[in-house]
């Protein structure tokens, strides 16, 4: 092997290199994306039949407790035990993109499931579904409320 070869090899083997760490950023990102659970957007238009009454606020707490609480955690915020340690974890019903969605939208996740997030259509019915709803808003005013005492103090 010639010097000049030598080098055109590792020239070949640099690029080659910086080619495949390349195109497995661009695959992460494209992973990453596709992460970010995102309902159709006629979900947007389904609305919710029922007032916030103490009545259906405290039936959505008893099915919340039923059958979230396990994997989103007593406050809502993505720390339930069976979510520790799933690829994608459930995710802080706290966070802005979760509590600036429509009511529809969070309706028909809760409704259709992704991943280990199960589908509660065929578990519960749809008023029921309504009401657990309601119940993740209460949850998130009251995280809200105590937030703004904080700020006061
Ligand atoms: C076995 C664990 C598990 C249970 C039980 C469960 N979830 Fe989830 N949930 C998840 C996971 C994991 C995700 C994230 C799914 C994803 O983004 O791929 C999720 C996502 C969500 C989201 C979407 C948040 C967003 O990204 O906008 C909502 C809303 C939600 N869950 C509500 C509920 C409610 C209400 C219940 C009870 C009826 C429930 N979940 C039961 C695991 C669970």
Same mark, same amino acid.
């Given at each position: 092997m010639t010097l000049h070869s030598i080098f055109r090899n590792i020239i070949i083997l640099s690029n080659l290199i910086l080619f495949f760490s390349f195109s497995d950023k661009e695959n992460r990102k494209e992973i990453k994306q596709e992460k970010i659970w995102q309902a159709p $957007?006629?979900?947007?238009?389904?609305?919710?039949?029922? =007032?916030? =009454?103490v009545e259906n606020l405290n039936n959505g707490k008893v099915i919340y407790h039923a059958h979230c609480v396990i994997c989103h955690g007593e406050n809502g915020r993505?720390?339930?035990? =069976?979510?520790?340690?799933?690829? $994608?974890p459930p995710r802080d019903f706290m966070e802005p993109a979760i509590v600036n969605q429509s009511d529809g939208s969070i309706f028909w996740k809760i409704s259709f499931g992704k991943g280990a997030m199960p589908e509660f259509t065929s578990k519960l019915a749809k008023t029921k579904r309504w009401e657990l709803l309601l119940y993740v808003r209460e949850l998130q005013r009251k995280y809200a409320a105590k937030k703004d005492k904080r700020k006061f103090k």
């Open positions: $957007t006629w979900a947007d238009t389904l609305i919710n039949p029922l =007032s916030n =009454s993505g720390d339930g035990e =069976s979510g520790f340690g799933l690829e $994608t």
